[in-house]
């Protein structure tokens, strides 16, 4: 497989070593494959750079938002004094937890 013209530019070596970063470790055959597929990613970011987009407007959100979520509906809840009644401990209408880490009490 003949790499890429790009390929001067990203060396066997340079990706040899990024792999060695990442704590990949590729055979040979696998070193050239990525230094290929590399390089040829390299060449296609360059045809991406040569394009004029002056007049292109920067995109935010490729499709319309929408509101996926449904409407919401006031529907009773518990009552307080019935929920504080069952629990372990509460004070002055609210539940008692432990002190958070760094407080004494």
């Known amino acids: 497989m003949t790499p890429p013209e790009s390929s001067a530019r990203l060396s066997r070596d340079v990706v040899a070593k990024v792999a060695r970063l990442a704590r990949l470790d590729?055979?040979?055959e696998e070193l050239d494959l990525m230094t290929t597929q590399l390089a040829g990613m390299l060449d296609h970011f360059s045809?991406?750079?040569k394009l004029?987009?002056?007049d292109v407007a920067p995109l935010a959100q490729p499709l319309p938002l929408k509101n996926v979520l449904?409407?919401?509906v006031v529907q009773p809840g518990l009552d307080r004094d019935e929920v504080l009644a069952v629990a372990p401990a509460a004070e002055d209408g609210r539940f008692r937890v432990p002190p958070t880490v760094g407080f004494q009490e």
Request: glycine share 0%; charged share 50%.
């Open 70 to 72: 449904r409407d919401d």
């Open 26 to 28: 590729l055979n040979p």
């Open 52 to 54: 004029d987009l002056a």
């Open 47 to 49: 045809d991406i750079d």
